[in-house]
């Protein structure tokens, strides 16, 4: 499992490092990205309760059989309709972004990809969503709580963040490493747009990227900890960038990101992590779970290879 970038709340440091993993993900608005050390010790003890939130269905469903877990489905559409650059929903989009933020669309996304992955259906609605973390949040303040959140179309409004070259990637790791992939992708063009820039872009414009950091507030003012569960390719060889995009969001505060592209099931995958072993039990046994694949990734691993 790759190493947390950043330490649990409890064992802060402050040590930097320039080398970052890369992908078409966007990181904090600092220059340099911060240093990888281990990831931080197991909990005290398991948790209690956990909020899930997902926009698939199939991941809700294993999730809303074990007792503990409270589950949160969030609206999408299907992910194959209406993607298309030209889509007037996706151009529509574009307008309502900063300058900086369109520029990472038309000078990174227009250049990389054929379709942008834009769903203006999905994502944490602040009105809608918020006040259901605040009342499980309340209901539950005596236990020890985990937020377990889905990347794509929960966190954010795309589906899938792109990646130019999945090998080189493995070397060029986060913020910095991401810059430089484009740069000898693209040639030695300007990259007019910042981390902050690139993660608008993929909230869905800064007026949602700021309710989001008000979410995030939320969770961690409540005392629960945080967690990032994410099916997303890029975050099996470039997790640091999804720590750098995260830290813009969280605000630098403590988040533990768990890439299960390769357990193929996002309850098998938070059953291996500490904390959460006794919780994901239920009367359905974890062999049955392999079995819910949700959808075939053969479409995306051939495009972004």
């Known amino acids: ?137 309340a209901d539950n303040n005596d236990k020890k709580l985990a937020v377990v959140l889905d990347f794509d179309r929960t966190i954010s409004t795309f589906e899938g963040i792109i990646s130019t070259n999945r090998v080189i990637a493995q070397e060029l790791k986060g913020w910095n490493g991401y810059k430089t992939l484009i740069r000898n992708y693209l040639g030695n063009v300007p990259l007019d747009f910042e981390l902050v820039d690139m993660v608008e872009y993929f909230m869905g414009g800064k007026k949602r990227m700021q309710e989001m950091q008000s979410y995030f507030d939320t969770i961690y003012e409540s005392g629960a900890e945080l967690f990032v569960l994410t099916n997303n390719l890029s975050a099996l060889f470039n997790i640091e960038l999804f720590y750098d995009m995260m830290k813009v969001l969280t605000r630098d505060r403590y988040v533990k990101i768990i890439a299960s592209r390769n357990d193929l099931n996002k309850r098998v995958a938070l059953a291996k992590e500490s904390g959460f072993e006794n919780i994901t039990k239920s009367a359905i046994d974890l062999n049955q779970v392999y079995k819910m694949l949700y959808q075939d990734y053969h479409y995306f691993d051939d495009l972004y290879a």
Request: aromatic content about 10%.
């Open 1 to 137: 499992m790759a190493a947390n970038p950043y330490t649990a709340p409890e064992d802060q440091t402050d040590s930097t490092n320039n080398s970052r993993e890369t992908s078409v993900t966007i990181s904090p608005a600092s220059p340099a990205s911060p240093a990888s050390p281990a990831s931080p010790a197991s909990p005290a003890k398991n948790f209690t309760k956990v909020y899930f939130e997902d926009n698939d269905t199939e991941h809700i469903t294993a999730f809303s059989c074990c007792p503990d877990i409270v589950t949160n489905k969030i609206p999408s559409m299907d992910i194959m309709v209406e993607q298309e650059l030209t889509n007037p929903k996706y151009e529509d989009y574009l307008t309502t972004i900063g300058p900086n933020a369109q520029n990472y669309a038309t000078q990174v996304i227009f250049k990389t990809s054929p379709t942008s992955f834009y769903d203006h259906t999905s994502g944490i609605n602040f009105a809608r969503d918020l006040p259901k973390l605040k009342k499980f949040l």
